[in-house]
């Protein structure tokens, strides 16, 4: 099991900047897969951003590519998230997640297993 705690959410305003932080435990976190997904009310889940196990390499959603940075601290068994630039439209709650398989498709929210419970982002114009 991978427990997951998510912080750093918050009402900003348009323009302005925030750090999302994950923090995990349960497993070393350097063979996990991490994700980062939002869903903003009346619309499915979908994928921000990815890093991999161990290199971590990194992926973007075209809607916030440019905007945000994911990062990883392993040996503090974190996860992050930096967006600049927000925008009303990034408004939702964000969810970190993780999975321990030999390969994930880190933009699929099926390919994870481990999810933590979300925090809000509101962006006001």
């Known amino acids: 099991q991978v427990q997951l705690v998510e912080s750093g959410g918050g009402l900003v305003q348009a323009g302005d900047s925030l750090r999302l932080s994950c923090a995990a435990s349960?497993?070393?976190?350097?063979?996990?897969?991490m994700g980062w997904f939002r869903q903003a009310p009346g619309k499915e889940r979908e994928f921000v951003a990815g890093i991999g196990r161990d290199v971590g390499a990194t992926q973007y959603a075209d809607s916030v590519k440019g905007r945000s940075t994911i990062s990883k601290d392993n040996a503090e068994s974190k996860l992050y998230l930096q967006m600049s630039s927000l925008k009303p439209e990034d408004t939702a709650v964000y969810y970190c997640?993780?999975?321990?398989?030999?390969?994930?498709?880190?933009?699929?929210?099926?390919?994870?297993?481990?999810w933590g419970q979300g925090t809000q982002v509101t962006v006001s114009s």
């Open positions: 997640a993780a999975d321990d398989s030999a390969w994930v498709n880190m933009r699929s929210v099926r390919a994870f297993d481990y």
């Open positions: 349960g497993r070393t976190f350097s063979s996990l897969t």
